[in-house]
């Protein structure tokens, strides 16, 4: 049984800046893509970054390029963003997700549908 577990969330004012980590269990984590994406309160679930199955290519959406890093630990099955320079804007759940499928060309990496398995989420505050 696939289980991804994110912690690391809370509260941070803007400026500052907060980790979120996700630790996988019941897969080949070396094989698996991995991505987080957020969810603002009354919005849709929307992508944040993706890194490919041996951490050497990473993609991220515009919103938070230069300000995110995301990278992963493969002898740990763990997968981590670190995010820096916050924004009230960056409030929201921020859930890990995996897939199977690699970073093929044209790979719809940036859609929920694209992966097999999330975790439950984990809250980012970011007060003004």
């Known amino acids: 049984q696939v289980q991804l577990v994110e912690s690391g969330g809370g509260l941070v004012q803007a400026g500052g800046s907060l980790r979120v980590s996700c630790v996988a269990s019941?897969?080949?984590?070396?094989?698996?893509?991995m991505t987080w994406f957020r969810q603002a309160s009354g919005k849709e679930r929307e992508f944040v970054a993706v890194i490919s199955r041996n951490g050497y290519n990473t993609y991220y959406s515009d919103s938070v390029n230069g300000r995110f890093i995301i990278s992963r630990d493969n002898a740990k099955n763990t997968v981590d963003l670190q995010m820096n320079g916050l924004k009230p804007e960056d409030t929201a759940i921020y859930y890990c997700g995996a897939t199977g499928k690699g970073l093929y060309y044209a790979a719809p990496y940036n859609r929920p549908a694209f992966y097999d398995a999330w975790g439950q989420g984990v809250q980012v505050t970011v007060a003004s």
């Open positions: 019941g897969l080949p984590f070396s094989g698996h893509t």
